[in-house]
């Protein structure tokens, strides 16, 4: 039993670590990544963002954006099994939190735009229209990601520290 103990706060640590990572990430791009980019031409804009969404896609930012999701969908249920345990729901709830609000969010709503403002040529007409919106859009679905990350984050520690 210890040993299952054990293993299951190394997997409480790498989700907290991971969330973290990832809260991280999305707060730059909250705070001032987004801010910076509406700051250029749109022409410029348009192709800065489109090179980011090129280059996020690399082995170790999406280890630690994939991996963390595996691990929490993997928490989420072992939760469930142990729901008599003490604080299992703040594994819970950090897991939904980082499955739904920033897996999920990124998956529903920040791919479709990024995919959108692939299609564009960043000095066409079509693509300076769309990057009034995609900002603002983005940016807003962003704000979410980072929120439930950092939540995710709190809520993992207290299972860890309680």
Sequence with gaps: MATVDHSFFILKLFALLGCGLIAGVFFAFSAFVMNALARLQPTNGIAAM?????????PLFMTVFLGTGGICIFLL???LL??????????????????IGTLG???????????????????STDGVKLWTTYL???????????????AASASLTLAICS
């Design 82 to 99: 142990r729901w008599h345990r003490t604080n299992t729901v703040y594994v819970l709830v950090g897991s939904l939190l980082y499955l």
């Design 136 to 150: 603002n859009d983005w940016t807003f679905w962003n704000h979410i990601r980072a929120a439930a990350a950092i």
């Design 77 to 79: 249920i072992s939760s």
């Design 50 to 58: 489109q090179l980011i969404n090129i280059t996020v896609i690399n």
């Design 105 to 123: 969010v990124t998956i529903f709503f920040n791919v479709p735009l990024n995919e959108a403002l692939a299609l564009v040529k960043p000095d």
